[in-house]
């Protein structure tokens, strides 16, 4: 049972969590979360949106969908 928070926004509001709850964090071996180049923008022609360092894509998440995708690989079994 977690005990009684003090208010949100207070420290207290965290007693009795686990330190982590859940999910990782992407590593690079060093303890440090993966960071790509700062100041790259979305390829998305007329996109002006500043992507994060944190963010692999080179895509801002509303166009990532619609990103080009490498086609599927076809094993040599379901080759024509």
Not at 15 to 31: A, I, N, Q
Not at 51 to 61: F, H, T, W
């Amino acid at each position: 049972m977690l005990a009684p928070s003090a208010g949100v926004g207070q420290m207290g509001a965290f007693e009795g969590l686990p330190e982590s709850v859940g999910g990782e964090t992407p590593r690079d071996g060093r303890g440090q979360p993966r960071t790509y180049p700062p100041g790259r923008f979305c390829l998305e022609e007329g996109c002006d949106t500043q992507l994060s360092i944190y963010n692999k894509s080179n895509y801002c998440s509303i166009h990532e969908a619609e990103a080009p995708r490498h086609p599927p690989k076809i094993s040599e079994s379901e080759s024509p």
